[in-house]
Nanobody, 119 residues
Framework: QVQLVESGGGLVQPGGSLRLSCAAS????????MAWYRHAPGKQRELVAT???????DYADSVKGRFTISKDGAKNTVYLQMNSLRPEDTAVYYC?????????????WGQGTQVTVSS
């Protein structure tokens, strides 16, 4: 069974930065993709950024040029560097990791971390 532990959320002023981390542990043979989603009150869950095993990244239009997703394969950890934060970035951020382990394919979610952008 694979577990994810997120960290790095908090309160930040508009224009500020935060870095989220998500560490995967357990029986992991390989990771296909890692992603960050967010869910704001009254809105649908949004895919923020993804990174595949070969390092290919993709971003929601709303965060392009401001957010950067990266990973440390040796640590099975994915990061989300968030710069130039705006109030509309306020949400609970969730990481998602898909891959193969024991007993088979896994698609696992983190517990969520609150990001609040406010003055």
């Amino acid at each position: 069974q694979v577990q994810l532990v997120e960290s790095g959320g908090g309160l930040v002023q508009p224009g500020g930065s935060l870095r989220l981390s998500c560490a995967a542990s357990g029986s992991i043979f390989s990771i296909n993709a890692m992603a960050w989603y967010r869910h704001a009150p009254g809105k649908q869950r949004e895919l923020v950024a993804t990174i595949t095993s070969d390092g290919t990244t993709d971003y929601a239009d709303s965060v392009k040029g401001r957010f950067t997703i990266s990973k440390d394969g040796a640590k099975n950890t994915v990061y989300l560097q968030m710069n130039s934060l705006r109030p509309e970035d306020t949400a609970v951020y969730y990481c998602n990791v898909r891959g193969w382990g024991r007993p088979g394919f896994f698609d696992t979610w983190g517990q969520g971390t609150q990001v609040t952008v406010s003055s």
